[in-house]
């Protein structure tokens, strides 16, 4: 295999992702007009201000033989590449020691693999930062990374790690509730900021008109704010937060974000084993309470839910000689066989007929939005879908065997990484318990009580009811299409305990009879598995399903397996709406 590995990033589409040389995040302490009161300025910190960061060249890169995790296991030493003035992020305090919530995730890691921590100061100069990556000097690199897409072609990221966002902060007088209701209006940035680039891309793509205007600072923008001369300043939520502290009560952050930016750990492009360590052990610190722990000391008050653990994700800590050092590449990578051939082969359907009638509506639901995906996806790709016969049961090893390019309808499981990668998810389902309307909201009071679990030859789902309610309940097993005729009609059953997309045909027949209530007892994700290590097809994967969510044909096709207003909030990366030459909008 060619060690040389040149990347079609096309960089020149992208956005830019800038911020001005020289410029400290507050220049000076200003006061608020009117008020007499100071704007406290940020303590200071013992480097010089973060340099410029440039646009991606997509030069050159050398794929690596070795894995990361063989220099950790050599060493005994992980080396974090982290940002020193980035509060709540990471800052070198004055006792010299570097704080934060990035460097508490980070010595977590390093405690859960046993090994000693080396912080290395990196800039916000994305191409430094991935050199260090490339030549060694850094394993990893925790520097409030937001995951654009422009960066894919430098770095690998993990999983998102924190849901950050770019909002709007208004005059608490305004009478605005939601962005939208700004069109018309005056709106400041900071000119050549992720800032800006958020607020041009949402306006472009919601056609909304309205007057931006460009400030060299943060704090200018906020003066003008607080003067009336624009009426909401764009930024980083948690910047806003800190400039608008001196006055809470003069200000507010909008609830509804121009745009998400999802932070994540860099990682060498390709670096398998690195990306494996780290994505199963943030997950295994999720399943502990440990992120939750940081998350509070950081971030107060707000709900920890960026990670969702996959099955098998273990009781005990992952540690680096679980992984393999020798990194693997696939012997044909799927996007140039795509522009060959126009087919996707696709594994993971039942195929369906109208002659199936035995099959439960459930399984029938999931059956067609999988290939209603599978169909828009290859739509936008302009290939046509080849559906893989007999491979609803092996679908995973379909595409690890290189039969499939991507597999449909899976639940990531750690079971199978190092077989294929997993993207992110497309629908949430699990255990949820369906009663009468305005009865039963949970297990309490049903001791001596009956549930409907699922369809007897479940097994599974009677263990999981009797955990849950403590083991004092009676199941009572049936069809799940007879789920509401034992609740209401025969009186057999007092609730059904079953997976959401077994009770959902039910609630819609009978909206007011019964009702699903709000605690799920179990949750998983289902995504798609495509072959392993091939980040371009996965990256391409990725940004279509990121589109699909965005001009709303997801929440369209999930309409049948999720209940309203439960929509889940799906993790748009910034950047451009095409990839190697595939055009991913509609």
Known sequence: MDKVHRKLTGAKRYLPFLVVCGLSFFAAIFAFPGTGQDVVPPAPTLVRPT??????????E???????VARIQRDGRVRVGILYNAPPFAELNVRGVVSGF?????????DAWGVEIEFVQVTR?????????????????????????????LVEFTQTYHMGEQGVLVRSDDPATQPAELAG?????????????????WLLRNGISANLQTFLTLDRAYVALAAGTVDGVIDQEGRLRYISAARPDAFRILDEPVQLEPRAIAVHRQDTSMRDLVNRTLQYLTTTGRMTEIYQV????????????????????????????????PPQYVIPRLQSTSVVRVAGLLGLTAENTEVPESVRRLETLNRALMD??????????????????????????????????????????GQVDFTTFYLLRGDRLMAKANEQEDFLGLRAGRVVATDIDDASAVTRMREQADGAVSPYQTRESDFAL?????????????????????????????????????????????????????????????????????????????????????????????????????
């Open 62 to 68: 050398m794929l690596a033989m070795e894995s990361a």
């Open 298 to 329: 950081h971030f107060p008050g707000v709900p920890f839910e960026a990670i969702r653990p996959w099955r098998n994700v273990g009781e005990q800590a992952p540690v680096p000689s679980q992984f393999p050092t020798a990194l693997t590449y």
């Open 51 to 60: 340099p410029v960061p440039t646009v991606p060249s997509g030069e050159q």
């Open 486 to 586: 034992a609740i209401l009609e025969e009186l057999n059953a007092d609730v059904a305990f079953a997976d959401i997309l077994q009770l959902i045909p039910h609630l819609e027949q009978y909206p007011n009879d019964l009702q699903i209530t709000d605690r799920w007892y179990s949750q998983n994700t289902v995504a798609l598995a495509v072959p392993r290590n091939d980040l371009d097809f996965r990256l391409l994967v990725e940004y279509t399903l990121q589109e699909i969510a965005r001009d709303g044909t997801l929440a369209t096709l999930l309409q049948p397996v999720t209940l309203p207003d439960e929509l889940p909030v799906f993790e748009i990366w910034p950047g451009a709406s095409d990839y190697q030459g595939f055009s991913l909008s509609d």
């Open 376 to 417: 828009e996806m290859a739509r936008r790709w302009g290939v046509t879908v080849e559906y893989l016969p007999n491979t609803a049961t092996n679908a995973i090893e379909a595409v690890a065997a290189g039969q499939a390019d991507i597999a449909v309808g899976v639940v990531p499981d750690w079971t199978f990484v």
């Open 185 to 201: 209006r005056n709106l400041g940035v900071v000119v050549a900021t992720p800032a800006e680039a958020a607020a041009t891309d």
């Open 125 to 153: 100069n994305i191409e430094a930062t991935a050199a260090l990556l490339r030549n060694g000097s850094v394993d990893m690199v925790m520097a409030a990374l937001p995951h654009r897409r422009e960066l894919d072609a």
């Open 102 to 110: 990035d460097a508490d995730v980070a010595n977590s890691l390093k």
